[in-house]
């Protein structure tokens, strides 16, 4: 077997494991589930509205599933990548209001700036935290969840929500901050579909997060960390500076969320916006075996399953969008029981190890 | 007692055992040794019933037994201990030892009964375990006997012991040689895996050598010597003794002054020690593991917190306290870790990302826009360097660290310390797991290093190989030196004594 169809298999045995147990659920609730997932899929994949809103659900899933990868490369579990897109997204929508004037060619490179440093930002904090004093980046990165959702929904409801507004929503950005919509270059794709930019954004990055993991000095500093912490500083490599410098690249991916939610999709700080991006990102991750190729297609996967649901709730007797969530649940179960399928191989034929 | 014959397994491409044939006579030690790979450990599994062979015979007491499972080599009287124990570490010693033939009635464990026959087992023996205890509370020495134990509560008369004294200080080493002793006169029979030579002749009757998988000799352990035992592990000539020309010593390379190291909880595990190290010599330290080599080699490296240091450390004269592993690196200190899969290798990473740990950030691996990217050429030029160098197989850049022999690894890693060209190198137990061919070639390497200048700190748990290789001799003692000697005239008795005793 070649190195990648190993890394597939699991996975693969994953998905197909959910959907067949998915698949026993429907039939007990009184539905096909032949046509529930013809339903599904056939949504989910639909042109033009099917296709641009799954890939637009996955834009965020990339982000956050690369900045799980990332810290998962050092060895660190980034359960915040929710907090630092919060974060990120108000902080970008502050620049697009404080700077609504500004003409594009300056005001779009100094949103950017504020999604990634912000979300830099708030991923660092547990990362110092743990360099400095040890303190578990788990428990800290779900504390700053709090601690963003917060922060950033009293600024919105006391200081910058609109007289009047009875929504959880800042003012709008200024224009210039606005990128454009794949509806403005594809013809007969409509432009109310929020498909923007931030999505070949979120696929360079997958490139950018490859070339830095694997062909940077920085990477390979940031991966030996993660492989084997005293192996890296036997090698002269500074532990604490790796922990700092993986939270802020994860940081600011999870930050690159803000991207496509303020500057492509609703062009203001909604509260509330994100529907589980940055938890769904841990899945992303794992799915995608800590690969940037595999966070792609893991995400896509999402986005169908997410986008598809809500058709399921609409056209199908008796299964909800729930059924979704239960898919969800089963892939990262069977993801994360991977050993007992390697175990379960194990017997079926046995792989004896060589030792004399 | 046990025989097999013709014993032939395969595991894929790897003839594994080619017609083994191995008889072991009642009532006494047998050694099979031969190097990693040899198949010595298959064919001992195979007589476990862990393995079934894919043709050939096993005897027991003289007659064909078909041996499927441990279960039924357990039933047969043959006990194994493995190089890895096997025991519940927050279990008691009486626990473990019942664990799988729990006595008493299926809601009741009998665990009285049983202590008082481990107790019994454990003085008719000599082997001073509290059945009672914890097993996590004891020492690795201890533990081993409980493995022991585990087998003699079984009923085993043939006890199969892989690499038992691995784990084992030297002290703890001749303790274990008793038990067996006293074991071979109560009628058990032993078989030990091994490939320390020395320790074949101290205790074993006889010998069956293996390579590649073939029984290539059968010996009485009296009619034998290391040399010939080597030749025939090995297939060729070996060199036992280091051979080395006189040093030329010249000026100081490393300095230690009053060096205290003390641990997280406040322990001192380095109470004051000074000492020189000089261009173009071998300094050696003796001593019994634990007695604060690990912490001294680790401070030089810069891996230990300045906070818990004291005294000084001086390379070319130059202070060392306060500078990190990094900046100690381009200082050209080099260092052979004592445990190579904790420190010394990613296991994950392949062999070529493993080659250039330490100087991955600097040209020529680092290279482009500022030295940011890695450099694929430089990256392959240097694994193949290495690779070819110092004879690390396979000859495969891509694989995982994690694939090779230990011996292998360690190549790897000497290659890469070498590879700087180091001015002083700090080297810890740098034959452990390492096959008694690649240990001629490592200490070769190292006594080329030498003549080429660099001043080597060698930290070394065989005492043979650290007289052997060490131009002078340190003796550390409870973090203490307790004396230096000449390791050309002192004998091992002295050595051992200010080991032991510390004076």
């Known amino acids: ?356 | 007692m046990l025989e097999l014959r013709e014993i032939t397994k395969r595991f894929g491409d790897v003839l594994a055992n080619d017609h083994v044939n191995i008889v072991v006579k009642p009532g006494t030690i047998h050694a099979i040794v031969g190097e990693n790979g040899a198949g010595k450990s298959t064919a001992m599994r195979i007589a476990y019933g862990f393995y079934t062979p894919d043709s050939g015979e096993i005897l027991v007491d003289g007659q064909v037994r078909d041996i499927r499972s441990p279960h039924d080599a357990i039933a047969l009287g043959i006990g194994m201990v493995h190089q890895h124990f096997m025991l519940v570490e927050t279990m008691t010693v009486a626990e473990n030892i019942v664990l799988g033939a729990e006595p008493g009635s299926a809601l009741e464990l009998d665990l009285k009964n049983a202590a008082a026959q481990i107790r019994q087992l454990s003085e008719e023996f000599k082997l001073a375990v509290n059945p009672h205890e914890p097993v996590e509370h004891l020492s690795v020495g201890q533990q081993q006997r409980v493995e022991l134990l585990k087998a003699l509560y079984r009923h085993a008369r043939l006890l199969i012991l892989d690499e038992p004294t691995a784990v084992l200080t030297p002290l703890e080493v001749e303790e274990f040689f008793g038990i067996l002793r006293r074991m071979r006169e109560q009628g058990k029979t032993v078989i030990i895996i091994t490939h320390k030579l020395s320790e074949v002749l101290a205790i074993s009757d006889e010998v069956t050598v293996m390579r590649d998988g073939k029984v290539v000799g059968r010996v009485q352990t009296k009619d034998t010597n290391a040399a010939e035992l080597a030749r025939m592990m090995v297939g060729r000539e070996v060199l036992l003794r280091v051979e080395k020309p006189e040093p030329h010593a010249g000026e100081t390379a490393l300095e230690v002054r009053n060096l205290s190291v003390i641990t997280s909880t406040g322990a001192k595990r380095v109470d004051d020690i000074s000492f020189k190290v000089h261009a173009g010599e071998i300094v050696g330290i003796a001593g019994v593991e634990g007695n604060g080599q690990t912490e001294l080699i680790e401070a030089l490296a810069g891996l230990v917190d300045p906070a818990y240091i004291t005294g000084e450390m001086l390379a070319d004269g130059k202070n060392l306290n306060s500078l990190g592993a990094r900046v100690r690196r381009e200082l050209g200190i080099a260092h052979i870790p004592e445990d190579r899969h904790r420190r010394g290798l990613l296991l994950e990473f392949s062999l070529a990302e493993n080659s250039i740990l330490g100087v991955h950030y600097r040209p020529p691996i680092a290279a482009y826009a500022g030295n940011i990217f890695l450099d694929e050429n430089a990256i392959q030029k240097r694994a193949t360097e290495i690779i070819e160098g110092f004879d690390v197989r396979p000859r495969n850049a891509a694989l995982p660290a994690r694939a090779l022999s230990g011996g292998n690894q360690q190549k790897l890693i000497i290659g890469r310390e070498y590879h700087v060209h180091p001015k002083v190198l700090l080297v810890s137990q740098p034959t452990r797991g390492v096959d008694i061919g690649a240990i001629e070639f490592i200490h070769r390497q190292l006594v080329t290093l030498r003549d080429r200048g660099c001043a080597i700190l060698l930290v070394s748990a065989e005492l043979e190989e650290v007289t052997s290789l060490s131009d002078r001799l340190l003796i550390i003692h409870e973090g203490r030196i307790a004396g230096e000697v000449d390791p050309k005239v002192a004998t091992l008795e002295e050595i051992g004594l200010l080991m032991t005793r510390g004076h």
């Open chain 1, 1 to 356: 077997m070649t190195k990648l169809a190993r890394e597939l298999l699991f996975p693969l045995i994953a998905v197909l494991a959910a959907f067949i147990v998915g698949g026993i659920l429907i039939l007990l609730v009184g539905d096909n589930p032949l046509d529930t997932y013809r339903l599904l899929l056939g949504a989910a994949l639909s042109w033009p509205d099917g296709i641009g809103y799954t890939l637009f659900q996955a834009t965020p899933l990339i982000f956050t599933g690369l900045a799980v990868l990332v810290g998962f490369r050092c060895g660190l579990f980034n359960i915040g990548a929710e907090g630092q897109l919060y974060i990120a997204a108000f902080a970008t929508a502050w620049v697009g209001i404080t700077f609504a004037g500004w003409s594009s060619w300056l005001l779009i490179p100094l949103c950017f700036a504020a999604a990634i440093l912000t979300g830099a930002f708030w991923g660092a904090i547990p990362g110092v935290l743990k360099a400095r004093f040890g303190s578990h980046e788990v428990i800290n990165t779900i504390m700053l969840n709090f601690i963003a959702v917060a922060l950033v929904s009293y600024f919105t409801q006391y200081h910058y929500k609109v007289p009047g507004d009875p929504i959880m929503e800042t003012a709008t950005i200024g224009p210039g901050a606005h990128i454009p919509r794949f509806g403005r270059f594809i013809p007969n794709f409509p432009e109310r579909i929020p498909l923007n930019v931030a999505f070949l954004l979120a696929l360079l990055c997958c490139l950018l997060v490859y070339l830095f993991l694997w062909r940077t000095k920085w990477g390979y500093e940031i991966r030996a960390t993660g492989s084997n912490p005293s192996a890296a500083e036997y090698g002269g490599i500074s532990i604490r500076k790796q922990i700092v410098l993986a939270m802020a690249v994860s940081g600011g991916l999870a930050g690159m969320v803000a991207i496509n939610e303020v500057l492509g999709y609703r062009y203001r700080y909604y509260d509330g916006f994100s529907d589980n991006y940055g938890f769904t990102g841990i899945a992303v991750a794992l799915l995608g075996r800590n690969h940037p190729v595999g966070v792609i297609l893991a995400a896509l996967l999402f986005a169908v399953l997410q986008h598809g649901g809500i058709y399921v709730d609409g056209f199908s007797e008796h299964v909800t969008k729930d059924i979704v969530q239960v898919l969800q649940g089963i892939i990262i179960l069977f993801v994360a029981a991977e050993s007992f399928f390697k175990w379960l191989v194990g017997r079926v034929r046995p792989v004896e190890r060589l030792r004399a």
